[in-house]
């Protein structure tokens, strides 16, 4: 069968294909440490499946609304409100399966054939896709350690042509773990309301902060009727099953999304969605509990890997994955990833999963328990230090 040429334009996931390499050799008896996937380890908490049981024997297993149950969209019109503290209600909000729609449908919906799309490098690999796939040119604007992987404001002043549509932002960030400061964002938009860009801010990670408070550019002067919020209850609800999102969008654009949920998803489950109220208006503790755990295990992994010979590793303000430097080992970032899964057992993702930029990195979900991370550093350390001298000295 003959596909369509803009298929070829389409990119994937690099860590459902390690995943896929990481079970076949558990499949050959293989003990494999998983420091691959994005994917919190803990359950989602008592409270949210309870909503959902009792949502299903209550009859919430028909259609809804496309652009989701009106009291999902005003919960999450009022929690944005208050995390975010801009005036929004639930006309601004369209309800999806997963945070993933809310990347497709935007680009989709405002990225013309040629127009630039500004996006972090490294960053999450479907940014440059969906660029890519609906016809625009993808702009990709490095993320440097020495700048603690946060955006050097000169360099995107210089990115912006007048081709430029859109501009895509991530803080906390996924891979690097970085955090965007409020000087950062209020120069940013500062940027964007002089050269007329639409943001799309992916604020997936918000409630997995370690220091501080977060912050979305939405909430500075002039970038609310700007800036799309794309957020979700995968990560910070461990919700990753249930594809459950959400964006955050001026009126018009909020009816062009509608629309394209129409037209490919119909809507989200009506029983996920009651599940999704229970989250945001239901106990914290889960969430506190399991950000805790987090900071707990990022000063092990980071700690263990600067520990390691040809390893450098900034320890990561939000998020839950480390992004090490890795270029003192002499080996590129897919030789070492390829490497410590064969012979260390340890599943991890090269830096270029997440773009060229990505080159002389690794990136480490400490989304595992602490024993598991500490016998995974160990692990990596032994493989690495049995590297030929000339590679780990160089």
Request: charged share 25%.
């Amino acid at each position: 069968m003959r596909l369509a040429q803009r298929m070829s334009r389409l990119g994937t996931e690099t860590a459902f294909e390690v995943l896929a390499r990481a079970k076949a050799l558990e499949a050959q008896g293989r003990e494999i440490i998983h420091l691959e996937i994005g994917e919190p380890d803990f359950d989602t908490p008592a409270h949210i499946k309870a909503a959902a049981v009792r949502a299903l024997e209550e009859g919430y297993t028909h259609y809804t609304p496309a652009a989701g149950i009106p009291a999902l969209r005003e919960t999450i019109a009022d929690y944005i409100r208050r995390t975010r503290g801009i005036p929004v209600g639930r006309e601004n909000i369209v309800v999806v399966p997963g945070g993933k729609p809310i990347m497709f449908f935007t680009i989709l919906a405002l990225v013309e054939e040629g127009d630039e799309v500004i996006y972090p490098n490294p960053g999450f690999p479907i940014y440059e896709s969906m660029i890519h796939f609906v016809g625009g040119h993808p702009v990709p604007l490095r993320l440097r350690m020495e700048n603690e992987f946060r955006v050097d404001v000169e360099e995107l002043a210089q990115l912006i042509t007048p081709r430029t549509r859109m501009l895509i932002l991530n803080s906390p960030a996924n891979p690097t773990g970085g955090v965007l400061t409020r000087e950062d964002l209020a120069a940013i938009a500062e940027l964007c309301l002089k050269h007329d860009l639409v943001v799309l801010s992916d604020e997936i990670y918000s409630r997995i902060l370690y220091e501080g408070e977060h912050l979305s550019i939405a909430s500075f002067p002039g970038m609310r009727e700007r800036t799309i919020i794309l957020d979700g209850f995968s990560k910070t609800y461990a919700m990753t099953g249930w594809r459950l999102g959400y964006g955050v969008m001026p009126e018009p654009l909020a009816e062009a999304v509608t629309r394209l949920m129409i037209n490919s998803n119909s809507c989200t489950a009506a029983f996920t969605q009651m599940a999704g109220i229970a989250a945001l208006t239901g106990p914290q503790d889960d969430v506190d509990r399991m950000v805790a755990a987090f900071r707990e295990r990022r000063e092990v992994m980071v700690e263990g890997l600067n520990r390691i010979p040809g390893f450098r590793c900034l320890k990561p303000r939000g998020a839950f994955y480390a992004f090490p430097n890795i270029e003192g080992t002499g080996m590129s970032s897919r030789e070492l990833a390829s490497y410590l899964l064969e012979e260390a057992g340890v599943a991890v993702l090269s830096g270029t999963a997440f773009g060229e930029y990505g080159e002389g990195f690794l990136r480490l979900s400490f989304a595992n328990s602490v024993e598991n991370i500490r016998k995974a550093l160990e692990r990596v350390e032994k493989a690495v230090r049995r590297l030929p001298v000339r590679a780990a000295a160089s």
